[in-house]
Nanobody, 119 residues
C-alpha cells in the first residue's frame, strides 16, 4: 500500500521561507497528480498546488507568485517551496497523490505537517 511521508513543516516568521517535501513509497504504478493541500483551523481543506506528470502546475490564487511546486517522477517525490510567508498561510499541509486504474482514479493523503507563520 502506498505510503506518503511528509517533512519540512515548522515555525517560520512572516516573510520567511519554507520547503515541504513528500515522498511516496511502495508505489507499483504510475502516479498521475502530486501536490499539496492545506487546512487552516476552522476551515475546509483547500488546494495549494498540484502538478500532473505532464504539467503545468496549478496554484491557488492565494499563493501564486509565492509558491513553487516541483516533482521527481523517478523518485516519486514532490516539493513545495514557499516564500514571503504570511500568517494566513498557517495551516496543516497535506501531501496528495493520485493514480489512474482501469476503473477509477485513486487518491492518497499524507498525515499532514504543521506550518505556523508567526513572529
Amino acid at each position: 500500500q502506498v505510503q506518503l511521508v511528509e517533512s519540512g513543516g515548522g515555525l517560520v516568521q512572516p516573510g520567511g521561507s519554507l520547503r515541504l517535501s513528500c515522498a511516496a513509497s511502495k508505489v507499483s504504478f504510475t502516479i498521475n497528480t502530486m501536490g499539496w493541500y492545506r487546512q487552516a483551523p476552522g476551515k475546509s481543506r483547500a488546494l495549494v498546488a498540484t502538478l500532473t506528470r505532464e504539467g503545468p502546475p496549478d496554484y491557488a490564487d492565494s499563493v501564486k507568485g509565492r509558491v513553487a511546486i516541483s516533482r521527481d517522477n523517478a523518485k516519486n517525490t514532490v516539493s513545495l517551496y514557499m516564500n514571503s510567508l504570511k500568517s494566513e498561510d498557517t495551516a496543516v499541509y497535506y501531501c496528495y497523490v493520485d493514480w489512474k486504474t482501469a476503473w477509477a482514479t485513486i487518491d492518497k493523503w499524507g498525515q499532514g505537517t504543521q506550518v505556523t507563520v508567526s513572529s
